[in-house]
């Protein structure tokens, strides 16, 4: 139940196209899911996170979609650029645990020049 | 503001080995996390601590143990280390208060075990 379910593993895009990833989960007292990106060499880098509050949040160029019933939420990137190839993690927590995230396993995204 | 501060970057150890890892947070925060990153099981959640003392604890032996200081410094150590602690160190600060879930990756230490 602490699990977090993320697809693709990988994904290839060509530039300037749409880059979708997806994340499910199973524990409804998560309430808090951001979405990382990491560079080979690199820590993990906050893109974007949401709350169930809200069905959907946009920052630039990334937009995440959030469906409570169906508990699950997704990662859009338009116009995808080279500079985007890096690994994508969802992740999740709960009140109770804010400390503690639980990570998908992760998608390594490829977008072709 | 200073990111998170990892130290060190690189380590190369035996197994039976103990190695101590550091982190530095960022400036007010007061929660720092430990993750572990392999290729094969993604990344783990190991402990968190918060004013000093441990918030949360993951599913790791107790070979893996970790402390934090006053200044909200953190230390992990691994103990008679083997091969499969080979991975990625990941500390992570934040602010620990109402509505700021937000963690903050340090670069990690990239522990080898031979």
């Given at each position: 139940?602490?699990?977090?379910?993320?697809?693709?593993?990988?994904?290839?895009?060509q530039?300037g196209?749409?880059?979708?990833?997806?994340?499910?989960?199973?524990?409804?007292?998560?309430?808090?899911?951001p979405?990382?990106?990491?560079?080979?060499?690199?820590?993990?880098?906050?893109?974007?996170?949401?709350?169930?509050?809200?069905?959907?949040?946009?920052?630039?160029?990334?937009?995440?979609?959030?469906?409570?019933?169906a508990?699950?939420?997704?990662?859009?990137?338009?116009?995808?650029?080279?500079?985007?190839?890096?690994?994508?993690?969802?992740a999740?927590?709960?009140?109770?645990?804010?400390?503690?995230?639980?990570?998908?396993?992760?998608?390594?995204?490829?977008?072709?020049? | 503001?200073?990111?998170v501060?990892?130290?060190?970057?690189?380590?190369?150890?035996?197994?039976?080995q103990?190695?101590?890892?550091?982190c530095?947070?960022?400036?007010?925060?007061?929660s720092?996390?430990?993750?572990?990153?392999?290729?094969?099981?993604?990344?783990?959640?190991?402990?968190?601590?918060?004013?000093?003392?441990?918030?949360?604890?993951?599913?790791?032996?107790?070979?893996?143990?970790?402390?934090?200081?006053?200044?909200?410094?953190?230390?992990m150590?691994?103990?008679t280390?083997?091969?499969g602690?080979?991975?990625?160190?990941?500390?992570?600060?934040?602010?620990?208060?109402?509505?700021?879930?937000?963690?903050?990756?340090?670069?990690?230490?990239?522990?080898?075990?031979?």
């Open positions: 139940q602490q699990q977090v379910k993320q697809s693709p593993q990988s994904l290839i895009v530039k196209g749409i880059s979708i990833i997806n994340c499910a989960y199973e524990n409804t007292a998560f309430d808090y899911f979405w990382y990106q990491q560079f080979p060499g690199k820590g993990p880098a906050l893109l974007i996170a949401i709350r169930p509050d809200v069905s959907e949040k946009k920052e630039g160029r990334f937009t995440i979609s959030f469906n409570k019933s508990k699950q939420f997704s990662l859009h990137i338009m116009d995808s650029q080279p500079g985007d190839s890096a690994t994508y993690f969802c999740a927590s709960s009140p109770s645990n804010t400390g503690k995230l639980i990570f998908g396993q992760g998608t390594t995204l490829q977008v072709k020049p | 503001k200073a990111g501060t990892q130290t060190p970057r690189y380590l190369i150890k035996t197994r039976g103990q190695v101590t890892l550091s530095s947070p960022i400036s007010g925060h007061r720092v996390s430990w993750y572990q990153q392999t290729p094969g099981q993604g990344l783990q959640f190991l402990f968190e601590y918060f004013s000093e003392t441990q918030r949360n604890k993951g599913n790791f032996p107790g070979r893996f143990s970790g402390r934090q200081f006053s200044n909200s410094r953190s230390e150590n691994v103990s280390l083997e091969l602690d080979s991975a990625l160190y990941l500390c992570a600060s934040s602010l620990a208060g109402p509505g700021t879930d937000t963690q903050y990756f340090g670069p990690g230490t990239r522990l080898t075990v031979l």
